[in-house]
């Protein structure tokens, strides 16, 4: 008997993958987001666009140092702390 591919059945996908899947890609955005990922992601912008537009890439990483000393301030990483519970 030769197999073809097109009548051999494909094993059906379960629907609970899919589900597995969101969950964990919820979960990579938030962080990417929220602090430190989204200040760790304007400093690699900011580094990118170094060659080609220095002044503005400069701010970029500058907002990103910023952002990144203030997510590690007491007073605004207790007030993230509800967003991640």
Do not use: E, H, Q
């Amino acid at each position: 008997m030769i197999c073809d591919a097109a009548t051999t059945p494909r094993p059906s996908r379960a629907a609970g993958d899919s589900a597995v899947a969101g969950f964990y890609l919820s979960k990579i955005v938030a962080l990417l987001v929220l602090p430190p990922g989204s200040a760790i992601l304007l400093i690699l912008l900011g580094l990118c666009l170094l060659r080609r537009f220095r002044r503005f890439a400069l701010s970029v990483m500058a907002f990103g140092l910023l952002l990144l000393y203030a997510s590690s301030t007491p007073l605004v990483a207790k007030a993230l702390l509800p967003l991640w519970l």
